[in-house]
């Protein structure tokens, strides 16, 4: 059975750095489209970071470009999510994501039950 399970999360300062990761099982990471999301208190989840063979990597989150990187191990079958210089705004749960599906555009089906980001002095 497919299963995500992410770690990492906690408090952090501001301008710290954190790095999530996303264990993968029954299932081949290297397939299909996988990505991070995240969802704020009150707010819609939101896709940051998809990486697909066909797409590449796909930042779909403007305000963490140049701060989040997405990657993978093959060997652990894990996929991260590096984040610095964190901001107070970041604050969230944060998710991996996958679908039986090659690109990173369309819904998402399968989920892992996320970890909680917090920054704050």
């Known amino acids: 059975q497919a299963q995500l399970v992410e770690s990492g999360g906690g408090l952090v300062h501001p301008g710290g750095s954190l790095r999530l990761a996303c264990v993968v099982s029954g299932f081949d990471l290297d397939r299909y489209a996988i990505g991070w999301f995240r969802q704020a208190p009150g707010k819609e989840r939101e896709g940051i970071l998809c990486l697909s063979k066909i797409d590449g990597r796909i930042y779909e989150l403007d305000s963490v470009n140049g701060r989040f990187t997405i990657s993978k191990d093959y060997a652990k079958n894990t996929v991260y999510l590096q984040m610095n210089n964190l901001k107070p705004e970041d604050t969230a749960v944060y998710y991996c994501?996958?679908?039986?599906?090659?690109?990173?555009?369309?819904?998402?089906?399968?989920w892992g039950q996320g970890t909680q980001v917090t920054v704050s002095k």
């Open positions: 994501g996958t679908k039986a599906s090659y690109y990173c555009t369309g819904a998402y089906d399968l």
